[in-house]
């Protein structure tokens, strides 16, 4: 027996499982991973009656994926997607358990060429920090299953896929089963599953409900065997409760003196095993009929006292210390008594070498979360580090980015030592979570935005011995606490901050403590109680006001003030060479094109005093677009704000936008349509990056084909982030007050009820599709169907495809595809948000259309080359006569 028998494709033919309805899963986790949001997040799956769920909710990274169609009717419909990762190194599921229970954890990987490459990739799966398995899907080539018995150690259980080489890793389903307490004990480590079987001469196997942990056992049989079967009922109530069909059947060996013997090869010469062998006895046995065996491994006498299998009952015989094999050549051997009358019979097994988790998580004891305490801190700061997964410590090479911890030795958990989030665009106050890491010897939070006070609890951190604030917009003195020996302080670069004690010290606090010591007459309280309510009130007036009217060189930079990308006006009046050359103009000011560092080109937006694009579009713009990277959208070169000067440089993209290149204005080309589908494709990579890739997540708000632009390779990229905003995964929209977007583009939806949620952006969306498709105006006056969505609606009903294209686009086009889109583009439309698809559904459909129009250009190409080989033939032909 090979350990490819743990290899396993799940073949619909073969799921032969009953479906018990009122089974319960309770602390069942079934995760369905990639699972696209368009489809229901929960669903039960046929064959085993499981309910399957989104990984969602478990994982903020990596990309969803879908086998080919061709491929799809082999597997159950949860391998059929599947979530990979082409960025970080270590991706994490972070999934919720009961510490100290122990889990049955199950992991299915199918490649299956989903993406096209052909390259089965190769990568390792870890528990926490503990490295479990390498996933070698170029070895296991029909999709791999680890499997393993683990008590988690915490509350919460990390699963990460590490990237080793070069290939994406990949997981189609993650699945964890709660199992009962005295069962599959060792003395040290956890149980990694070789194979489980049952003794059957069938093909099948047997999973939930059938088995109530949900263990998956294989057929097997031997040929020297003989089988015997009962229809009776067995008890299979033990601390293992192996499913009461895997009882029902048994071998015995044909020749009634022989031994049973079941045989492997090991992978690793130095594994330790842990067998399970589940007895029934399901003969009906005669008085004078006996059956009594000893069993051996590897030749020698496991225990001297005989096994009798329990009529209709059953045992299960196990070791209580794990057995090893020498040079990795293992067996077990079922032998008959002297006084048995019958041979021996074995009914199922199990099979499972040990792993050892040597490395300590990073430290949770004293009540001290230190995950907890640094996902506060990553949430209060909205930061999004692709590292940040998994253990923050170990192991060492993956630690986390801006960490350093103390590594003494693996059986000590590690703690945090050094916190460096200098230059990250951190804005707000100081973090409090930052107390928690207890152990925290360097601080470094240089160069950021940061604004209050410098909190006291820093001068209470026993360990702390560098800190560094310089370079933010810190206020307030330094607390007495902080004015200690031996305490590196850098402060330089914070113009609010009151480095010597005889400052006023405008804070609320300050003004209050004295009124209170002095027990001054009443009268005394309420007029400085006055005074401070009236200051206080001024003060907040001039903040809004300073909000309103950002041109006031006083003003307070609240958003990510990071230096590199920073300008100058000097440096605008330069790089634009003053402002000669004009790209455009829009609602907010002009656009002029630039030279940065002698070769770089850039657009640069320049934010007019008249502009109806306020300081707060502005700000949300930097913001974003310094947060996220993503190939389709515009990067951000750098801003200028100083005084009344507000522009953003943007890179320059020569072939402009969309609008331009379907009407053909300002001398640009009309696009053909397998360049549309594409650019639709990109700009729709783009906006699902926004509404699933950010955390947290965006609505763009004005997609519209003048926010699309064209690199030099007319790849598009999303412009345009002014009204962009962040709204809540939980409940899925935001009320907002103030309507935004362009007229013809708005979802009717959110313009009535001003609930803003992603699918606002898919219905823009879809007007785009349609403009590509059709070249229409998206309002059209002087028409009785004024709309584009009227306009195509009219016109599907006459049923000509021809009629609704693009005129320009000269029928030089694969009708399906069309079709396809006009489809798409209309459900995108589709005045009822919940009707219209998520953008990843939208990416899916635009890639099949690519694929339609593809395969025309391709045959066209065939026939042309054939064309030229006969007039090539005909001229060749005579000549050679
Ligand atoms: C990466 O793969 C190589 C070759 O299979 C292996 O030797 C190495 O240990 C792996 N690295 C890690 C960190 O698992
Ligand atoms: C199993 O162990 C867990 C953790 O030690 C405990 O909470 C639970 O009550 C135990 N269950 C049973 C049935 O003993
Ligand atoms: C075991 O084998 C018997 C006879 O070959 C068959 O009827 C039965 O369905 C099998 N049981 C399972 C669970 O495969
Ligand atoms: C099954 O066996 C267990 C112990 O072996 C016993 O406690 C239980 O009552 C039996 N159940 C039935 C239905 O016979
Ligand atoms: C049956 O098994 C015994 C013990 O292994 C062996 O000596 C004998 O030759 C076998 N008989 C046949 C017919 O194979
Ligand atoms: C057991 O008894 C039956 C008759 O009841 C007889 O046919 C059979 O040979 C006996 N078997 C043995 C092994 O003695
Ligand atoms: C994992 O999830 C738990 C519970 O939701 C949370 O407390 C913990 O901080 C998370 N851990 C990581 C590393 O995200
Ligand atoms: C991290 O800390 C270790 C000592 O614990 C030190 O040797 C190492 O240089 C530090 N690394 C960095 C990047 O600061
Ligand atoms: C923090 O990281 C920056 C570079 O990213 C480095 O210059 C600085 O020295 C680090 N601070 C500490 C306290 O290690
Ligand atoms: C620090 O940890 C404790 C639990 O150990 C928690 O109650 C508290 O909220 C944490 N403080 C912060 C600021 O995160």
Redesign the pocket.
């Known amino acids: 027996m090979e350990s490819s028998l743990v290899l396993f494709v799940v073949l619909i033919s073969l799921a032969i499982i009953h479906i018990v309805q009122a089974q319960d899963q309770l602390g069942f986790i079934s995760l369905d991973c990639g699972l696209p949001a368009s489809e229901p997040s929960r669903y039960k799956e046929t064959y085993t009656g499981l309910w399957f769920s989104s990984d969602r909710e478990f994982i903020q990274s990596g990309k969803t994926g879908r086998i080919k169609k061709n491929q799809e009717k082999k597997l159950l419909k949860p391998y059929t997607t599947l979530r990979y990762f082409p960025d970080g190194i270590r991706n994490c599921y972070n999934l919720t358990v009961e510490k100290g229970r122990k889990y049955l954890i199950r992991a299915y990987f199918f490649y299956e060429n989903y993406d096209g490459l052909n390259i089965n990739p190769k990568f390792d799966l870890y528990l926490g920090p503990n490295p479990w398995t390498t996933i070698d899907l170029q070895k296991q080539v029909n999709g791999a299953r680890p499997e393993i018995l683990h008590i988690p150690t915490s509350n919460s259980l990390q699963i990460c896929l590490v990237k080793n080489g070069t290939t994406t890793p990949l997981i189609s389903t993650l699945e964890l089963r709660p199992m009962g307490n005295d069962s599959y004990n060792t003395e040290s480590g956890s149980l990694s599953l070789f194979f489980s079987k049952y003794i059957n001469r069938s093909a099948s196997f047997l999973r939930y409900p059938n088995d109530v942990y949900d263990r998956i056992w294989d057929a097997y049989f031997q040929t020297e065997w003989t089988q015997i079967s009962t229809a009776l009922e067995v008890n299979n109530s033990n601390n293992y409760d192996p499913p009461k069909d895997a009882l029902k059947s048994a071998a015995k060996p044909t ?1 009634a ?3 049973l013997t079941i045989k492997w090869k090991s992978i690793n010469p130095n594994d330790n095993y842990y067998v399970y062998r589940h007895f029934s006895e399901i003969q009906e046995l005669q008085a004078n009929e006996t059956r009594e065996f000893i069993m051996l491994w590897n030749g020698e006498v496991m225990s001297p006292d005989p096994i009798i299998p329990p009529k209709l009952g059953m045992t299960t015989i196990f070791s209580k210390s794990p057995r090893t094999c020498d040079g990795g050549e293992c067996s077990f051997q079922l032998t008959r008594t002297k006084r048995s009358t019958l041979p021996p019979l074995l009914n199922a097994f199990e099979l499972y070498s040990v792993i050892q988790f040597p490395q300590s998580e990073t430290d949770e004891r004293d009540g001290m979360f230190y995950v907890v305490a640094i996902k506060d801190i990553e949430a209060t700061y909205g930061l999004s580090i692709i590292s940040w997964q998994g253990d923050p410590c170990v192991p060492l090479r993956l630690m986390w980015e801006g960490l350093n911890c103390s590594n003494t030795d693996i059986s000590t958990p590690p703690r945090i030592t050094t916190l460096n989030l200098s230059s990250s665009g951190l804005t707000g106050t100081i973090a409090a979570a930052i107390q928690n890491l207890s152990k925290l010897e360097r601080l470094d939070l240089s160069n950021n935005s940061l604004t209050g006070e410098v909190p006291e609890f820093l001068g209470n951190m026993k360990s702390l011995s560098v800190i560094n604030l310089s370079g933010n917009n810190i206020n307030g003195s330094i607390p007495q606490a902080l004015q200690k020996k031996g305490l590196e302080l850098s402060l330089e670069g914070n113009p609010r901050l009151c480095v010597s004690d005889s400052c006023i010290k405008p804070h609320k606090k300050k003004v209050l403590v004295p009124i209170v010591a002095s027990v001054a007459s009443a009268a005394i309280v309420i007029a400085v109680l006055i005074l401070f309510l009236v200051l206080r009130k001024k003060r907040s007036t001039i903040v809004e006001g300073l909000h309103q009217s950002p041109r006031t060189s006083t003003v307070n930079v609240t958003f990510a003030d990071k230096k590199s990308k920073r300008f100058t006006y000097s440096d605008l009046i330069k790089m634009t060479n003053n402002f000669q050359s004009v790209l455009g103009k829009g609602g907010f000011g002009m656009v002029y094109h630039g030279t940065v560092n002698g070769s770089e080109q850039v657009a640069v937006k320049v934010l007019s005093r008249s502009s109806t694009q306020g300081y707060k579009e502005f700000k949300a713009e930097v913001d974003l677009l310094l947060r996220v990277h993503h190939t389709n959208l515009v990067s951000l070169v750098g801003y200028c704000y100083e005084g009344d000067h507000l522009a953003l440089i943007y890179e320059f993209l020569p072939n402009g936008d969309l609008k331009q290149h379907l009407s053909g204005k300002g001398g640009r080309s009309i696009i053909n349509w397998s360049t549309r589908l594409r650019i639709a494709l990109e700009a729709a990579l783009g906006l699902e990056y926004l509404h699933i890739g950010c955390i947290p997540p965006m609505v763009h708000r004005d997609i519209k084909t003048a926010n699309i632009l064209l690199d030099e390779n007319f790849k598009a990229k999303l412009a345009d982030f002014g009204l962009s905003r962040s709204f809540q995964v939980g409940d899925k929209s935001q009320d907002s007050t103030v309507i935004a977007g362009t007229r013809g583009y708005l979802d009717p939806e959110y313009n009535h009820s001003g609930r803003l949620n992603e699918k606002s952006d898919v219905y823009s969306f879809g007007i785009v599709l349609l403009e590509m498709i059709t070249n229409q105006p998206v309002i059209n006056r002087a028409s009785e169907n004024s709309h584009i969505t009227q306009w195509v609606g009219f016109k599907v009903n006459r049923g000509d495809i021809v009629e609704i294209m693009d005129p320009n686009l000269c029928k030089d086009y694969d009708s399906n595809s069309a079709w396809r889109a006009l489809e798409l583009a209309m459900s995108c439309a589709n005045p009822s948000s919940s009707k219209r698809p998520f953008m990843s559904q939208v990416i899916n459909d635009l890639k099949e259309c690519i694929v339609c129009e593809n395969s025309r250009i391709s045959k066209n190409r065939g026939l042309e080359s054939e064309e030229m080989n006969i007039s090539f033939d005909t001229s060749v032909v005579p000549m050679a006569r």
Do not use: G
């Open positions: 020749n003196s022989a031994p």
